[in-house]
């Protein structure tokens, strides 16, 4: 298990599929938007096209985000590039296309953003297939201290973990919609970094325990700066957010006395 660590930085607000409140989720653009509004941290989620480039994408199909139908998995790069996955969201966002592991990761490098990469694994999907596929680039690319991989796989997670054994140079998140009671089993066992949980659903009391125990704690979706006040004090380390602006502009105002940004 991770202790603190002064080489990490602690990301506190994290811009949900980039900043997907105002830009069409996990584009390009949604990053740039992130950034452009002052986040620092982005959450992406990354799966496979058929022919097995790693892309930037939430759904199993298209048919939400893009001007298509059609599952992602029986999709080739040549005609994922053909889709709009902008128009859906605003006319101004016509022409975006679906971005590459590949170009996202250029474009975070040239940004200098830090990411919290979810490793989406669909039903019917192969875990260690995507982990393979996608992990060593993005190890290679990034600094540990820009990175945070998580999944609600635990295949995933634990693929993730046997590719990069050392938890100082791969921190690992552990996704679920609550907390198991013996939670800490799986964080021990993948040596993880956080745990990243659906805030409508922390307890208290679960919340202190994970604070005692050092293991961060990560909370999405959380889009209301007030609503989210209290989990601050029961020790919630950061919050994925739609928008984190609100979140920044809410302790800019004097709102909330958060504690400063601090290395994990
Ligand atoms: O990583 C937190 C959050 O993204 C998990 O849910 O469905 O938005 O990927 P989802
Ligand atoms: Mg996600």
């Not at 690992?172 to 745990?195: C, I, M, N, Q």
């Not at 990560?218 to 928008?243: H, M, Q, R």
Request: hydrophobic fraction near 40%; include cysteine.
């Amino acid at each position: 298990m991770i202790r603190s660590d002064a080489r990490f930085e602690l990301p506190r607000y994290i811009a949900h599929r980039g900043l997907s409140a105002r830009a069409p989720e996990n584009t390009l653009a949604a990053v740039q938007a992130a950034h452009d509004a002052g986040c620092t941290w982005v959450e992406l989620d990354v799966q496979l096209l058929g022919d097995g480039t790693p892309v930037i994408w939430h759904d199993p199909g298209v048919k939400r985000c893009s001007d298509s139908r059609g599952k992602l998995s029986q999709l080739t790069a040549e005609r994922a590039n053909k889709l709009d996955v902008g128009g859906w969201f605003g006319a101004q966002y016509r022409g975006e296309r679906m971005a590459t592991l590949d170009a996202m990761l250029a474009l975070i490098q040239r940004l200098g953003m830090g990411l919290n990469l979810e490793l989406k694994v669909a039903r019917g999907r192969h875990a260690a297939e995507l982990v393979h596929a996608s992990l060593p680039t993005v190890l290679a690319r990034l600094s540990p201290s820009q990175l945070i991989v998580s999944s609600f796989n635990r295949h995933a997670l634990t693929a993730a973990r046997e590719v990069e054994p050392d938890p100082s140079r791969l921190r690992l998140g552990v996704l679920d919609d609550k907390a198991p009671k013996h939670w800490w089993r799986e964080t021990e066992r993948l040596d993880a970094y956080s745990l990243h949980l659906d805030w409508r659903k922390l307890k208290i009391k679960r919340a202190r325990e994970i604070a005692d125990e050092q293991i961060k704690l990560f909370c999405y979706t959380a889009n209301d700066p007030v609503t989210f006040e209290k989990l601050w004090d029961w020790g919630v380390d950061g919050v994925i957010s739609d928008d984190p602006t609100r979140f920044i502009d809410y302790e800019a105002a004097g709102e909330r006395q958060v504690p400063a940004a601090q290395s994990a």
